[in-house]
């Protein structure tokens, strides 16, 4: 297969741009996917940070959270795309389902449902009760140890760099959540300052 890749009679394409895409996408998806984790406890936890720090922290959340569904567009559509591996379109909402790597890859997408259900809701926020919103938030905890398994099992090369990386993200989500609960009653103000904040 050569770079600048290969277009089957039947509409097959390969290439390996289509990977290195995908397995980009995969990795800076997953440091964006521990970015939103990591500053949504900080958000949600009790512990002392001024208002204006709140409102800024939760910003972010939400601005990465918009990196992240960019990144996954790139890293799951080079991977559907690539015909190399036996990835149908709905293998990336519908869990084994997959000709390739079929339990792992279902991880994957059990990760982007769960982040679909968090980023859905966060929008319609405005018309959800806050226990709606609030217990539908808990997926994102689910998204996290999903995309960590994912990524450590999908890893198509055996790049200690790149292991290295994820599990840096896991072992930071994990401390995240600890932080998290470990933390008492949020503080009122930076939960009003973050609800505050609007998406776009
Ligand atoms: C939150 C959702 C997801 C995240 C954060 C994520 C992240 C990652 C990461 C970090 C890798 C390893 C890259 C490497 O080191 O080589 C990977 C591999 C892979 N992922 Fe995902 N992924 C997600 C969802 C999905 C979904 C839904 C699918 C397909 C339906 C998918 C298909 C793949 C494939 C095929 C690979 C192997 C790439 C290759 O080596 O060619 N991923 N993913």
Known sequence: MGVVGRFGPAGAVSSPWLWFASRAGGVVALILLTSVVVLGAVTAADRPLPTASAGWVAGL??????????????????????????????????????????????????????VLIVGITSWLRPRLSHRVWRSLHWASYAAAAAAVVHALTMASADQPGFRAITIACGAAMVTAVVWRVCSRSPDRRRRAAAAAGEWA
């Open 61 to 114: 959340h939400r601005y990465l959270t918009v990196g992240l569904a960019v990144l996954l567009v790139v890293h799951i559509g080079a991977a559907v795309i690539d015909t190399y591996v036996d990835l149908a379109w709905r293998s990336i909402f519908l869990p084994l389902t997959a000709g390739y790597r079929r339990t792992w890859v279902a991880v994957g997408t059990v990760a982007l449902d769960a």
